[in-house]
């Protein structure tokens, strides 16, 4: 085996006059007839811009004579903007040394704070203010010198060994269809841009360069919603044919200060009330994030928030607000939350884990626990000599079928997770649907499921429709086999990095920067 | 866990072992719990901080305010029984509300004059800087023990600050954790970083999508103090908080005559260091409207 199939990471249903799925693989997407499953239309996303290199360049001339240790012959530029930085400072126009720095090109500025720091330079520099101060502790800071040197040759060496990064494949990050508008909105991640296509032939009409990656996108009637891996939300007004060649640009509705990883919309009272006027109905956008919090904000109104619900002890991942205006919420946690979202009320924690650890038997279960760790270095290194057995539980996706049931795909587990609304308002656990591999992407079609698994043999794409009785998925295709992407068995590892990037949200984890 | 790895073996000694000492009045000296100015507010750290609100304890906080709580770790029988034995208890005795938060407090300066101020109000200082932290809990425990065990001739402190208490935290992450809605009057943010580059704009400690939420937790009426040496942050602060829709500012005269300006000015560690420095100080003020129906 030298190669395998690139899963489908996102995928969406348009039912249309001539109904179409729409599935992402990498960098492409396609567009499928629902009735002949032929391929209609395809889209390659452009490669994306290589980022960073221009940046890392710079600081690294201006370190180089630093080192050597003649930073004032190197320099002249960098030395005449301290001294005069140490000027305004005598003549008692207070402006601490970090002012100036803003004001000068950010090249000086990133060697003029090295130097504070590094007494090799601060003696050189012809500078009287200070001296005085700086001789007295010139034998303590000896060493630190020395420490300084040695920390910056270390991460030099550090810099020299990475070989220079390839451009990264501009993936695919979400799909959604925009039907009364005959639109496919598609984000892209790696270079960052909403794009909006023709639903029939995927032509590109409208795209906007987005501030930070997007991590989250939803509709409402007239606009998409985009939340970027920054924490901020941005909104994008979709236009109507006569107004494609006006420039518009992203409103920024709100913001959380950690990785924003979803968001949907509610109203209340809910639309099913029968007491009149649409003055009544409150519109609102719930949003979650990597730090277990999920908010609820006024919407136009985005300046009030209406209140958070708290209880999750992981990361959030997911939302849905049901038919009976229930919020359910999943993530790191071994919970589906539950809840009375105007009031911030957690209804319910309704059981996933020893649910995912029936469905499997131990030797499957250990297969799959070396297989998830696999999914990324870092917690791979981490875990090492832990429990052989360890079925994490990351929720990927969370939806409704008709209104009946909630369906909960989780990272790299190869099934569905069905719960029942019962009549006392609660989620009850109703069975599983099996997969070839784990669930890579899902969308709902009215009571039936097409869903993406990745594995070698099985299918593709697969349907299942969940009415009464046995659930079993049958393959899209029709056995049919579909031109998609072959991954090189090198390339595998840095697609799967690419693919299951939801449990690296969890603390502790080393994914992120903790430092103290 | 406490100690930075740049921190050299002697001096790390020497911190140390002035920790260890039983310091009962004696008020810790700075030199023991230097760290440096800056914490990157996005990642993780080790943070400690409550699911939500209702599950924060404060008597290690505010101990004459707060009776000590069961911990949840010494249940191991019964998770609910706890929870039943805390709710009745909350009914009971812990009446009281943080109401003052002083948002990156640093060493403290502000808390310890505010307490006095207000010595029927609970105020918070929040500070991520753990070595900052810890001074900032020694020097209340010693003005604490100083006040219990007064001698004769020594001045009074209303509150006899108790009611001022130091957390670690977070603040622009995890305020909703410890905060209700409309809970706080007042807030202050005192010399907070400036974040010089417009790349690191979002980390500063105001900006529009914060505001959102420190409107969430102010009540109606209540103040947003903010005290800065850089203009260019002062301008920055107030601009955003101009406009933002729930914040209206305060005129020059509320301003001036407002107490808590007067101490901000003066009293706080930063203050005093650019008032040494004879730099200028900007004070913008706002007041948190009614909510839209």
Redesign the interface.
Known sequence: MTSRRHPVQAIAFAPSDSPKLFIAIAETVYAISATTHETVATWKAPPAPIQGKPQSQAPDVADKPEESGDAAEALPTNEEEEIAATTTKTE?N?E?T??V??DSP?SVSSAAGKRKRSPSAASNAPVETSESVETSAEAKKS??KTRNQKKSEKRKAKNAAKPPTPPQPNYIGQVVPIINRNLLAITTLEDKTLRLHNLDTLEVVKEWVLHKRPSAITLTPNTVLVGDK???VFSYKIPFPSELEESSEGK?L?????LLTTLTTAISPPSHQQNGSSGDIKKYIITADR???I?I?NYP?????H??C????AFVNCLLVTKNNLLVSGGGDDWLGLWDWKAGKLLQRADMKTHVDAILDHEEAKALTEKLRGYNKKRKRKEEGEPEVDITIAVTQISEVDGREVIVVLEGIPAILRYKHTTDNQLEYAGYIKAAGSVTSLTVQGSRVYFGADSEEGTLVSYADLTEGETIASDFFGGKPFEGQLVEETAVDSVNERLYTVEAFR??FGG????? | MESSPALNPVKRQKRIDFRKTEQQEVLPQKRFYRQRAHANPFSDHRLDYPISPQYMDWSDYFPAYFPKKRKFDDATDNAEETVEAQTTSDAEFDTKKVEIADIGCGFGGLLISLAPTFPETLILGMEIRMQVTAYVQDRITALRNQCSTRKEGQEVIPGGYQNIGIIRGNAMKFLPNFFERHQLSKMFFCFPDPHFKARKHKARIISPTLLAEYAYILRPGGIIYTITDVEDLHLWMAKHLDDHPMFERLSEEEQEEDVCVKIMRTDTEEGKKVARNQGSKWVACFRRIEDPV
């Open positions: 008692g207070v601490s970090d002012v720095m803003t950010p060493d630190k920054f924490g901020d920024l709100l913001g959380h200060v950690s730090d277990e919090h908010r904000t109104l985005t300046h009030v928030i209140g958070f708290l209880g999750h002890t603390k502790g992120f920067m903790e430092d103290d």
